[in-house]
T-cell receptor, first 108, second 114 residues
Framework: KNEVEQSPQNLTAQEGEFITINCSYSVGISALHWLQQHPGGGIVSLFMLSSGKKKHGRLIATINIQEKHSSLHITASHPRDSAVYICAVSSGGNQFYFGTGTSLTVIP | NAGVTQTPKFQVLKTGQSMTLQCAQDMNHEYMSWYRQDPGMGLRLIHYSVGAGITDQGEVPNGYNVSRSTTEDFPLRLLSAAPSQTSVYFC?????????????FGPGTRLTVL
């Protein structure tokens, strides 16, 4: 049983396209995190959400607490956005649950 | 600030060998944790610590030991390596425990057990 499900698993887009990655979760949460993992492995935090919407540059993250769903959008995608995007939720305390990631490739 | 550092970056062990993966952070974070990442699976928590002298088990603790003698360091010990422990290991830290805190990840250690 996976507490966090992401879709799609793999995504290929042309440069400039609008991209959406989805995350559904089954536990009550205190926060939802979007992480980015580049080839070579390093993981960085993109967003931390408990409600509503956040925007950093071309990246937008939304969350619907009632539907237990979050989306990560990338506008005007670029080859440097190619990475694995990971959704994680914390249900309080010290436990995080991670999705298996969405592998994004943006083709020039 | 160096952030979260991990050594080594790569390691090959034979079955039965022991070793320690090092993790250090210079941000004065209370919460530190170890994860393993395997193909087709999300990151899984091995052990965590909410402060110096305090550690606890995560989802997959068997075969691993940890200690936290200082705020900065959180080493992960493999007692007797097994091929099932072949994985990429990430150390992470955050200011305090609790979900609404940004986690900072180290660069990872890729471990192969033959």
């Amino acid at each position: 049983k996976n507490e966090v499900e992401q879709s799609p698993q793999n995504l290929t887009a042309q440069e400039g396209e609008f991209i959406t990655i989805n995350c559904s979760y089954s536990v009550g949460i205190s926060a939802l995190h979007w992480l980015q993992q580049h080839p070579g492995g390093g993981i960085v935090s993109l967003f931390m959400l408990s409600s509503g919407k956040k925007k950093h540059g071309r990246l937008i993250a939304t969350i619907n607490i009632q539907e237990k769903h979050s989306s990560l959008h990338i506008t005007a995608s670029h080859p440097r956005d190619s990475a694995v995007y990971i959704c994680a939720v914390s249900s309080g305390g010290n436990q995080f649950y991670f999705g298996t990631g969405t592998s994004l490739t943006v083709i020039p | 600030n160096a952030g979260v550092t991990q050594t080594p970056k790569f390691q090959v062990l034979k079955t039965g060998q022991s070793m320690t993966l090092q993790c250090a952070q210079d941000m004065n974070h209370e919460y530190m944790s170890w994860y393993r990442q395997d193909p087709g699976m999300g990151l899984r928590l091995i052990h965590y610590s909410v402060g110096a002298g305090i550690t606890d088990q995560g989802e997959v603790p068997n075969g691993y030991n940890v200690s936290r003698s200082t705020t900065e360091d959180f080493p992960l010990r493999l007692l007797s390596a097994a091929p099932s422990q072949t994985s990429v290991y990430f150390c992470a830290s955050s200011v305090v425990a609790g979900g609404y805190n940004e986690q900072f990840f180290g660069p990872g250690t890729r471990l192969t057990v033959l």
